[in-house]
C-alpha cells in the first residue's frame, strides 16, 4: 500500500489511513449484510474479505459523484454475495448416508396424498373472503411477488400485502383439521 491516493476519483482505500476508516466504519455492515444473506460466519467473512479486496483493486475507478464509498462498498458485496451464492448452489455439499432418511418405494408421494391435499386448501381457501382467497393463491400459492400481484388487481401493494396477512391470519385461527 502506498501513502498517496491512486487517482482523482480514489476512494482512499490504498492508503492506509484511508482503509482503516473503512474498515471501522462499514465493517460490520458488510458482515451483517453477508451473514443475513449467507447465514454462515465462515462465509460472511470471506464476502466481507473479498469485497475490500475488490475495492482496493478497484480504488481508482471509484466516482464519488455515483455515491459514497458504503454504497459504492455495499454493490461491490453485493456482487460478491451472488457469486458465493452461485458458487454453492452449483456445487453443492457431499449427501452422507447419516443424511439419507428412508426413501419412498416410488420415490415421491403417493398421488392420492397429493389430491386429498390439494382438496383440503380448496376447502381452507373457499372459507375466506374473495378479495382475500385471490391474494392468496397468487402470493402464496402461485409465488407472485406483492407488487406484480397489485398491478394485476389495480391495487396497492400495502392492500395486498393486507388481505394476505388477515387471511393467513383467519386460517391460523380455524381448529386442526388433519
Not at 77 to 94: N, Q, S, T
Amino acid at each position: 500500500m502506498t501513502d498517496t491516493p491512486c487517482g482523482a476519483h480514489c476512494a482512499r482505500l490504498c492508503t492506509k489511513d484511508g482503509l482503516a476508516a473503512v474498515l471501522a466504519a462499514d465493517r460490520g455492515l458488510l458482515h451483517w449484510r453477508a451473514m443475513r444473506s449467507l447465514g454462515d460466519r465462515g462465509l460472511a467473512e470471506h464476502a466481507v474479505q473479498e469485497t475490500l479486496l475488490r475495492a482496493w483493486r478497484s480504488c481508482a475507478r471509484f466516482d464519488e459523484r455515483k455515491g459514497t464509498v458504503r454504497t459504492w462498498l455495499s454493490v461491490i458485496e453485493r456482487h460478491v454475495l451472488i457469486d458465493i451464492v452461485r458458487a454453492r448452489a452449483a456445487r453443492p455439499g457431499d449427501v452422507g448416508w447419516d443424511d439419507i432418511t428412508e426413501l419412498p418405494a416410488c420415490g415421491g408421494p403417493d398421488f392420492a396424498d397429493g389430491l386429498v391435499d390439494g382438496l383440503l386448501v380448496d376447502q381452507l381457501l373457499a372459507l375466506l373472503p374473495e378479495a382475500q382467497r385471490a391474494a392468496v393463491v397468487e402470493v402464496i400459492l402461485r409465488d407472485r411477488g406483492y407488487r406484480e400481484v397489485a398491478a394485476d388487481f389495480g391495487i396497492p401493494v400495502g392492500t395486498v400485502k393486507t388481505r394476505v396477512h388477515y387471511a393467513l391470519r383467519a386460517l391460523r385461527q380455524l381448529p386442526d383439521v388433519a
